[in-house]
């Protein structure tokens, strides 16, 4: 769990940090999770570096065995927390499957700023964090996974996300580390 440099073009992706999700029970609270995530987007900010805020407003179509939402959500549902933003200058992207990249255009933002790495933070860590790590390291980007700045639903496949998965498709490290590497 050491997140070795950070490329000089890298972003940060802030998966479905939105009011709706954060809402739901988490195995570690989501509110440190915001709490290190605001941090890491100011930080980027403040060095010029991309923030790119991911929010998820549907779902892909398709037959599944998992519980389903049921209603109508509240109006705010798909609001970035207020912590978050987004500020000017930042990337807001809408997604309607699990991972930021497909059906989006987060590859063509992030190639058109040149960035080669991504950071990437948000609930849930098995879900929307792990689909879009994979998916960027698929895309050919340096992935960084911060460990306090994510959680699940499901305490388990938190656990797995981290100890299994993440350290195949790049680094992991704390917030505290990655703001340090950001000098």
Not at 92 to 98: A, E, I
Not at 125 to 148: K, M, Q
Request: proline share 5%.
């Amino acid at each position: 769990m050491t997140a070795t440099t950070l490329d000089p073009k890298t972003a940060l992706v802030v998966v479905d940090l939105q009011k709706g999700i954060v809402a739901l029970p988490t195995a570690h609270p989501a509110a440190d999770v915001i709490a290190n995530s605001a941090t890491l987007a100011d930080a980027f900010r403040a060095k010029g570096l991309p923030v790119v805020l991911v929010r998820v407003t549907g779902g892909a179509p398709g037959r599944t065995e998992g519980a389903q939402r049921s209603g109508q959500p509240a109006a705010d549902w798909a609001d970035i927390v207020p912590e978050l933003g987004p500020r000017d200058g930042d990337i807001v992207v809408t997604k309607q499957q699990w991972g930021a990249f497909y059906g989006t255009d987060l590859d063509l933002q992030l190639r058109r700023r040149g960035v080669t790495q991504v950071v990437v933070t948000g609930i849930a860590t098995s879900i929307g964090v792990e689909s879009t790590a994979r998916a960027a390291n698929e895309h050919g980007y340096n992935v960084t996974v911060v460990t306090d700045a994510v959680t699940d639903m499901d305490g388990g496949a938190h656990d797995n996300s981290i100890e299994k998965i993440f350290p195949r498709l790049g680094e992991t490290d704390t917030t505290e580390a990655i703001v340090k590497l950001l000098g």
